[in-house]
């Protein structure tokens, strides 16, 4: 997979690709490499230059093509090596002001994208034939993904692994970081009001907490409102500042991400599955795992399974 650089490149966004996809023996063997409009060094946003191994040959080679952001301008060569990579079956992705640069490359045309908040006005102004949805974390459109700004990067490189290689390693990746490994390409970027510290938000901490160990349970809403010791409004609101988003969509989120894991994991039939994770039917889950996953629960575990 390859990692372009351009001149100024945030060394957060390095650092979270470098981060997820570097080679972890036993774990993990990919093949991370850095390349720029041409082999040498690299200015970054802290001063500190980064050596780029590579040129832009590297992208048609490449299986993974990230395009990361940064302060200076894109290549000139980069558009038409974004073409002939994506041409060569390559994956694109690109977050924050790096989706600039997959845009100007035309793969973007007739799809929707999203970018950090505070630069989807420019990408819509600047791309018309690109429907910008500035609320979303990221996007996926197949073979070209987009992401949001700074911290959202990481949420899009492990939304890839997910996708391509399971849950299960996307997990094992995310525990290694110290962070979530699942959060909804559609969840609000931020949120206008944060959660006030304090008792409420501690309650809500611990509901969400029984919520992920009782995932085989029923949980209504007013009942999960009375455990946090809130009104049912009161809950709806505190929940939604601080997960963006609503109970239902979180617990269906973290109920298909259990799905995932012990389908790649155990096994379990998918009856079994859909009973230890709170759904009523195995026709159920199968119908919200296709949502999500585009295939059945037995095509996943085929494709997945480490058992």
């Known amino acids: 997979m390859a990692a372009y650089v351009p001149d100024g490149v945030a060394s957060l966004g390095l650092g979270l690709a470098a981060g997820v996809f570097r080679a972890r023996p036993g774990l993990t063997g990919f093949d991370f490499a850095v390349c720029a409009e041409r082999r040498g060094p690299v200015g ?162 611990a509901v969400l907490t029984w919520m992920q160990a009782h995932l085989g349970e029923a949980q209504p809403v007013d009942a999960l409102a009375a455990r946090a010791l809130m009104s049912r409004r009161s809950f709806i609101r505190y929940f939604r500042s601080a997960t963006g988003t609503t109970p239902h969509a979180w617990l269906r989120a973290q109920r298909l991400n259990r799905a995932e894991e012990l389908l790649e994991t155990t096994t379990l039939s998918t009856a079994q599955i859909a009973a230890r994770t709170g759904y009523r039917s195995a026709a159920v889950l199968r119908e919200q795992f296709a949502g999500r996953r585009g295939l059945a629960p037995s095509d996943y575990r085929r494709a997945f399974s480490r058992t």
């Open 44 to 205: 970054t946003d802290l001063g500190v230059p980064v050596v780029a191994g590579h040129g832009l040959g590297l992208l048609a080679r490449a299986d993974l093509v990230l395009v990361l952001p940064g302060s200076g301008p894109p290549a000139p060569r980069l558009p038409a090596a974004l073409r002939r990579a994506h041409a060569h079956g390559a994956t694109v992705a690109a977050h924050c002001l790096g989706v600039f640069a997959l845009a100007a490359s035309g793969l973007l045309d007739g799809l929707a994208a999203t970018t950090h908040w505070q630069h989807a006005g420019a990408l819509a102004a600047e791309f018309p034939a690109v429907t910008v949805r500035p609320e979303h974390l990221y996007i996926d459109e197949g073979r070209i993904l987009t992401g949001a700004g700074a911290a959202a990067g990481l949420d899009l490189y492990l939304h890839l692994i997910r996708r391509d290689h399971g849950a299960a390693l996307a997990n094992a990746i995310a525990r290694l970081l110290v962070v979530a490994p699942h959060r909804d390409g559609g969840q609000q970027q931020y949120v206008e009001a944060p959660v006030p510290a304090g008792a409420d938000s501690d309650r809500l901490a």
